[in-house]
Nanobody, 125 residues
Framework: QVQLVESGGGLVQAGGSLRLSCAAS????????MAWFRQAPGKEREFVAT????????FYSDSVKGRFTISRDNARNTVYLQMNSLKREDTAVYYC??????????????????WGQGTQVTVSS
């Protein structure tokens, strides 16, 4: 059984930083696409960042580009999301996602087969 478990969320002041972790078990995700999504209250789930392929190519949404960094540790089967210069609008539940195969797209929920339970990130002013 595949499980993705997020951790690292919490309350932080605007301008601060947090690092989210997503530990996978039941399957090795090395080089397979892994991603972070988020969902704010009253809004749809949105793509944040993805890492994929042997070259660990990374793609970000425009709203987080330059502030967030996705990375992975294949030995630990873990993906990270380093979030810097946090803004109030980054407040959301953050979800880790993993794909069992490659697709031509990477920013849709349907591109991923496995999901974590989510971790709350709250940014205060």
């Amino acid at each position: 059984q595949v499980q993705l478990v997020e951790s690292g969320g919490g309350l932080v002041q605007a301008g601060g930083s947090l690092r989210l972790s997503c530990a996978a078990s039941g399957r090795t995700f090395s080089f397979y696409p892994m991603a972070w999504f988020r969902q704010a209250p009253g809004k749809e789930r949105e793509f944040v960042a993805t890492i994929r392929g042997t070259a660990n190519s990374k793609f970000y949404s425009d709203s987080v580009k330059g502030r967030f960094t996705i990375s992975r540790d294949n030995a630990r089967n873990t993906v990270y999301l380093q979030m810097n210069s946090l803004k109030r609008e980054d407040t959301a539940v953050y979800y880790c996602a993993g794909a069992s195969q490659y697709s031509s797209t990477w920013s849709y929920s349907d591109d991923y087969d496995y999901w974590g339970q989510g971790t709350q990130v709250t940014v205060s002013s």
